[in-house]
Structure formats: C-alpha cells, structure tokens
C-alpha cells in the first residue's frame, strides 16, 4: 500500500464553486500534515499546515481525521488563481528518515 | 530576502559525468533536504542533514552524495552511477525549533541529461 495516496484527478471545477480533496495516509505513526501547491514546473509552495482541530485560512479549510487517516483540502469560492496540483505531505515521528513523505499531487483546473 | 536559493535553474549533463548542484538557505535554518521530483510523481527524499557535518540517506541516496560544510550550504553531486538522473531536484529547509516542522522549498534545478 503506498504511503501517502492523492486523486489525481484532474478536478474540473467552474469558477465560484467549491471544491474538495482528500489525502489518505498508511502510518498511524504520522503526526504533522500539510498542504502545499506546486504550479506547472515550480517549486511546492505551502499552503497550509493541517492542525488536529482543523484549521482554516481564508476560503481555505484543511481538516484531520485520524481514524480514517486522511487530510482534506475545502476551497470555497474557487478563483481562476486556484488552479494548480495540491500536494499532501504527511511527516512521519521516528523509526525512519527525516523529510515528509509526498503524495502525487491532485490536479485542480478552474474554469471561467 | 530570506530564502532559499538554487543553481543553476537548468543543467545539462552528458551521460557519464557528474554533476553539483547548489543549494544555499539565508533563513538561519539548522535542516536541509534534498528531493527530486519526476513527471506526475511526488517529491521523493534523496538526503537531508539536521546539523552542520552531519547528513543522513533518505529514500532513493543511491548514486548522490551531499556535504554539509556550512548550516547555509547544502550542495547535491549527481554522479555516474546515478542510472536516471533526469528529474527536477529540490531543497528545502526547515526550522527545527519551529512548532509544527514546515519544510520551504527553494525554486529548484532541473537536470536533463543528454
């Protein structure tokens, strides 16, 4: 099973509408999340850090749930800007190496 | 500017050579990773080091090696006995004193070998 599995997608999406996306990890071990966005041919960017509680930053939602073992992404009122792939990364507390382990990316395209 | 800075940001190697890429951090950061990337794949682990002098293999190390002469410094070598070096190569940093263990990215290199 891998590590850390994404939807590929591509999310066609229009314009104002909202759009979500999960992440499903295999190590009940993992203890910091996180979201980034990566453009065509650039480097990650983080999005956001994905808290217990859930956490929200403007039209965006990340939430945790630990028994299923998944991390979410919420865009509401989605922006031509938003498109993008949306990375999950999930890091992993000891009996390993350092780094986070990535997903393949969700590719979301929003369209006028 | 605090960051992260890579080069170049394109690089061309014939087969058989190696090659350094440059990986410098102004961000007073003690950890610094090494992923490469491959067409619709995710990120994966290279090396990383958590202290100057110090590095550790990730996932895929075989045919790369690093050194970690400075806490700014973090430069990649891709040598020949990488079997498929063509991919684009990150490094990222991270504050470990930082609560939750956010990594940055610097803008990356992409390596083609001809």
């Known amino acids: 099973r891998k590590e850390v599995e994404q939807d590929p997608g591509p999310f066609n999406v229009p314009e104002g509408a909202t759009v979500a996306f999960n992440c499903t990890y295999s190590n009940s071990a993992s203890q910091s999340f996180f979201w980034y966005r990566q453009d065509c041919r650039k480097e990650p960017k983080l999005l956001m850090s994905v808290y217990s509680s859930g956490n929200e930053d403007g039209r965006f939602t990340a939430q945790l749930n630990r028994a299923s073992q998944y991390i979410s992404l919420l865009i509401r009122d989605s922006k031509l800007s938003d498109s993008a792939t949306y990375l999950c990364a999930v890091k992993t507390v000891g009996g390993g190496a350092d780094g986070l382990t990535f997903g393949k990316g969700t590719h979301l395209i929003i369209q006028p | 500017d605090g960051g992260i800075t890579q080069s170049p940001k394109y690089l061309f190697r014939k087969e058989g050579q190696n090659v350094t890429l440059s990986c410098e951090q102004n961000l007073n950061h003690d950890a610094m990773y090494w992923y490469r990337q491959d067409p619709g794949q995710g990120l994966r682990l290279i090396y990383y080091?958590?202290?100057?002098?110090?590095?550790q293999k990730g996932d895929i190390a075989e045919g790369y090696s690093v050194s970690r002469e400075k806490k700014e410094s973090f430069p990649l070598t891709v040598t020949s006995a990488q079997k498929n070096p063509t991919a684009f190569y990150l490094c990222?940093?991270?504050?470990?004193?930082?609560?939750?263990?956010?990594?940055?990215f610097g803008p990356g290199t992409r390596l083609t070998v001809l």
């Open positions: 990222a940093s991270r504050d470990q004193g930082a609560s939750y263990n956010e990594q940055f």
């Open positions: 080091s958590q202290i100057v002098n110090d590095f």
